[in-house]
């Protein structure tokens, strides 16, 4: 090859790992990607590697490759200072390692186990014949070693391929700081987020729970006066009052809680049987013991199927549903929770006879703090979070969420479980 034809091809392929590294690729496809692109412009390159210094191993460890068995060579990890990457790295410049001897000089102290590794990697037992290794580092920060080899011969690689493999590492190390710097960033976008977060749940809370604070305060403040003696039907009253509201209370932490878990995606699932008729049964009997006003009916088919499921957080859609429910019809009424089979998937359907939604309230309905705006609804206490956490919960599970509703008439909300589930 004359040297023009050299210089053309270096260039060439230059350009190419150019573009590559603009390819939207995570970091060891990448640099998969760059080191194909060595084979052939240095034609005795018969196997190459890029190894990487791991702070937390203490150790140089493979990242990408060529001519080896990648799986096998995964299990590498050179020391500080072991063979020829720990050399080069050392030395901060590129190296060639002519003959036989000059290498197998450098790998001199490269332990069993890994020469083993590199045995079977490359499927044989001989050592290099000639290797090239170029430092990968940004600055003053020394990242690892981009190394090549020729294994057979006869070609050789020459002083003339120094520069451009010294070229190439500079470039994979760009992109290795690129990929830091873009983890990095990510971190503090996750963190302000975290923040921000942080900061509306604080902000919700403390709105949301004064309402029912103030009213415990009134009813114990009046409870507790000396001049008025109450009768005992009015101290019931006002307990079963102060009753309601640390439930309100509750029932609100949960679902700040809930949100904030899911909103860091700590949506842990912990699936198991779950008998979703007798979950509503649960939930039913638990929001009929705290009203006289409504009457809550549970209505599933016999053959409903057992589905695999988290109780947990199944438990929670029809708990904040079925509040919902009994919050938003403040003159009682009946609420149906009816199961229907469809063939892929199993629909759950929460009714009530409450105020009802306008259609174009209903378009908002799942999205985070969203409340209905009518003088009615601000007296009713609420996060506007209990309905994204039941989409989120029933997303996660594969089902969707949705709602039918006509003002002053009632409301239904559907959940849908896939059958995929069922067990
Ligand atoms: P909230 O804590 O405010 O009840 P949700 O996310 O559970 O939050 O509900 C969002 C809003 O949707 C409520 O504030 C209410 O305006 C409306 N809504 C939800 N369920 C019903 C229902 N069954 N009947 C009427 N309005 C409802």
Same mark, same amino acid.
């Given at each position: ?49 890029v190894m990487l210094w791991?702070?937390? $191993?203490?150790?140089f ?7 080896? &068995? ?14 020829v990457t720990g050399k080069v790295f050392d030395a901060g410049k590129v190296c ?37 290794a170029a430092p990968i580092s940004v600055?003053e920060h020394k990242l690892g070693v981009l190394i ?10 020459? &002083? ?5 493999l010294q070229?190439?590492a500079d470039?994979i190390a ?24 942080? $900061? ?25 006066? %000396?001049?008025?003696?109450?009768? &005992? ?17 509750? $029932? ?70 079925? %509040? ?91 959940? $849908? ?7």
């Open positions: 090859m004359t040297d023009v034809e050299r210089l053309q091809r270096e260039l060439y392929a230059l350009t190419e790992v150019a573009k590559t590294l603009t390819l939207p690729l995570e970091l060891p496809e990448l640099l998969n990607a760059v080191v194909q692109k060595i084979i052939g412009v240095i034609e005795p390159a018969e196997a190459g590697a791991d702070q937390d $191993s203490g150790l460890r493979p990242s990408a490759g060529f001519g080896y &068995n990648l799986e096998v060579l995964s299990e590498l990890g050179l020391r500080a200072g072991e063979s060639l390692f002519h003959t036989p001897d000059q290498v197998a000089n450098a790998m001199e102290d490269m332990r069993p186990s890994n020469r083993a590794v590199m045995a079977r990697a490359l499927g044989s037992e001989a050592l290099p014949c000639c290797t090239l600055g090549l080899e020729t294994i057979r011969g006869p070609a050789m690689f020459s &002083n003339g391929d120094m520069p451009f070229t190439i470039l760009l992109a290795i700081d690129r990929d830091r710097l873009a983890t990095q960033a990510d971190a503090i976008r996750a963190e302000r987020r975290a923040e921000r977060l942080r $900061s509306e749940v604080l902000a919700t809370l403390s709105h949301e729970l004064r309402m029912p604070l103030t009213a415990i305060q009134g009813f114990s403040s009046a409870l507790l006066l %000396d001049e008025v003696d109450w009768s &005992n039907d009015k101290r019931q009253e006002f307990l079963r009052m102060i009753e309601q509201e640390c439930n309100n209370m509750q $029932s609100m932490l949960t679902d700040i809680l809930d949100s904030s878990m899911i909103e860091v995606d700590q949506l842990i699932m912990e699936r198991q049987p779950v008998r979703i008729p007798f979950i509503a049964h649960q939930v039913a009997e638990e929001v009929q013991r705290r009203t006289d006003a409504h009457h809550i009916i549970v209505d599933f088919p016999a053959t409903f199927p057992i589905l695999e499921a988290d109780p947990r957080w199944i438990k929670q859609v029809f708990r904040n549903i079925l %509040d919902n429910a009994v919050k938003y019809s403040s003159q009682g009424g009946l609420i149906v929770i009816r199961g229907e089979l469809r063939p892929n998937d199993v629909v759950v359907v929460i009714a009530d006879q409450g105020i009802g939604i306008s259609p174009e309230d209903l378009i908002p309905l799942f999205e985070r703090y969203f409340r209905v705006r009518s003088p009615t609804n601000l007296q009713i206490p609420g996060t506007g979070l209990g309905l994204p956490i039941a989409r989120a919960i029933v997303e996660a599970h594969g089902g969707r969420i949705w709602a039918e509703s006509k003002l002053s008439e009632g409301t239904s909300i559907y959940f $849908s479980l896939p059958k995929m589930l069922e067990i």
